[in-house]
DNA sequence: TTGAAAGCGTTACCAT
DNA sequence: ATGGTAACGCTTTCAA
């Protein structure tokens, strides 16, 4: 109930006929202590409703056991916050901490001070940082992780940096995924993504590998540099259709938002799936196989990711080494694209 | 650097040549200091990236800051956690913290602790808790409340409570969806959600209301009681039509990912939507509008749902009396049901 | 307008 | 195996 005070460890302590010290040790399940001793102290904290405070104990050893996950959502696209994939890394990343005893502080770009080591770190909000997403400019993470903070950053895990990057293979992803337009008898793909994003150059770059293995020439007029939204697929497959006519055949987005936008830009139009135009996404994410046509696309393992993330960041955290890391990705193949 | 020791305040106040206390006041911009004393103190802190030290300051206020959000998840159904619209409320939800000065703690019904009261607030971990989705069991929310939590639940705010709720106006959702088909010349139409989920049986009751006005009887044998998950709905649709053959001429979903996976079943067997079938969605998620053909919905107002939670638990937290609310709801109407 | 000092509740060092 | 005690860094009461 509200009104009555709050039991504190020397209460508890005294109810134990033991001193805060074994109580403390007690509850901290210190091997020191003898069996008998922390089972009982454990069953009356149990028994009174009894919780350490944590505040006084992260006062005192300088540990949150908390982790910041800071969205880095790209400005002016406010969409990308919608972008389903992203809660699917947050909810894997919560799982992930929580299994190591962490809790999640969420946080995004927007919101986020400036400078994510004073706010954060240093004073003592968190122990460390998970930035989900790598914009365009990453001074933030730069600057953080010079100042010291533990940090670890989703991403194009080849991008050079002063903190470790976990991300997936994203050349090979787009490698897949051209290539197996291609095999099907697609030739002229159209890239949905914006090749100044590292992540997004790194598919591009696979999509090129792809042409070049089957003895293609990629049409650089085929690249379109848009966001990542759904809205801006659906503008950019509207506008070269409008212009050019129908004068691609496949088509290789960089998100399956991205891909959707673009399905219903055709699909409004009456152009066939994958007849006329062959579609493949990227993520993965659960609405995937649900669109009509299910939509063929390149599976991100954020379950995985998640783990090697928290993985890298406890390592710093142990005053260990820290690596980048890649994280598998599979072709799944569905209807739009077969 | 990660060598250099932390400054304290009392470091900074030396620096400054005031005693701790006036350095402690000027950073809180008491105006008890003098200004100039105040901007120089505050200019000297951040040129020293001097942050203060949250754990102490907790430890000595006895508040954190911090807002717990609870994800409520209904077990066994682990899709809801790709609910885009639980995305939505969250992100609302930490914008509307961070303008009231708060912080998110992020987790979910499966990670934490059974008891609310002792993990989140009792232990000082943060002031008050969210709760997004109102399972079928609210046990865990009546306990914390009952034990003096601050607490807000998002759900249906017709459910008696010992906490307020805040919810959209379920009820006159499913009206205004049913109505529309009704209008349009849809009669039998199916409902699908499960009515012992408090949302959804309000939902339900609306669509009988409409079914009263327009002077029809809703056949109960349409009420499909399914988990909230694209896969149950597309389940759902596809084994009604193959037992009883299309004996409906509409669909009031529980929400835009149900609706999906309904409209996906029905594509696949070529039925015409809107013209055998019309369809109307609830929530109004991004992707919505970018289903081919785009979907009818009832936008839920996440926004201002987010800002009335906070209100309301900000009113817990000031002492002050709290309430339920209501948010307003309506209808957007598109192509997948005209 | 400013300063001194107590105290928030824990943990960990040093004793025993 | 357990206890005494200092210290973590801040805010706030009281005094000047």
């Known amino acids: 109930m509200k009104s009555e005070r709050n039991l504190t460890l020397s209460d508890l302590a005294k109810l134990a006929g033991v001193s805060t010290s074994t109580a403390s040790r007690a509850l901290n399940n210190n091997p020191v202590i003898k069996l008998a001793t922390r089972e009982r102290i454990q069953a009356l904290a149990k028994e009174h409703n009894f919780s350490i405070n944590a505040a006084a104990s992260r006062l005192r050893t300088q540990r949150t056991n908390v982790v910041a996950v800071i969205l880095n959502l790209i400005e002016h696209t406010e969409q990308s916050i919608n972008d389903p994939f992203l809660l699917k890394v947050v909810g894997d990343l919560n799982q992930a901490l929580n299994d190591k005893g962490y809790e999640l502080l969420l946080s995004n770009s927007f919101m986020a001070k400036d400078d994510w080591y004073n706010y954060f770190i240093n004073s003592r909000r968190a122990d460390g940082i998970i930035v989900v997403g790598q914009a365009k400019s990453e001074q933030k993470a730069i600057d953080a992780a010079k100042a010291g903070a533990p940090l670890v950053v989703w991403g194009d895990s ?34 949905l993504g914006d090749t100044g994003h590292a992540e997004m150059n790194e598919r591009y770059q696979g999509y090129l590998d792809a042409h070049k293995a089957a003895g293609l020439t990629a049409d650089p007029t085929l690249v379109f540099p848009i966001d ?35 399905l219903k830009a055709l699909k409004e139009r009456y152009i066939s799936i994958p007849g006329e135009v062959a579609i493949v996404g990227f993520d993965d994410i659960a ?33 260990e080494p820290a690596f980048s890391d890649v994280i598998d990705i599979e072709l799944v193949v569905r209807k739009s694209s077969v």
Chains 1, 2 share one sequence.
């Open 158 to 191: 080849n991008t050079q940096s002063n903190y470790p990057i976990i991300g997936s293979n994203n050349r090979l992803g787009g490698k897949l995924a051209a290539q197996h337009l291609i095999e099907n008898g697609h030739t002229r793909l159209v890239f």
């Open 287 to 319: 609405m995937a196989e649900l669109l009509h046509p299910a939509l063929t696309t390149i599976r991100q393992n954020t379950r995985d990711a998640a783990n090697k993330m928290v993985e890298q960041l406890l390592n710093q955290l142990n005053g």
């Open 228 to 262: 990542l939204t759904s809205q801006a697929a659906y503008n950019a497959v509207n506008e070269t259709i409008l212009k050019r006519g129908l004068h691609f055949d496949g088509i290789v987005s960089c998100s399956d938002m991205v891909a959707l936008g673009a």
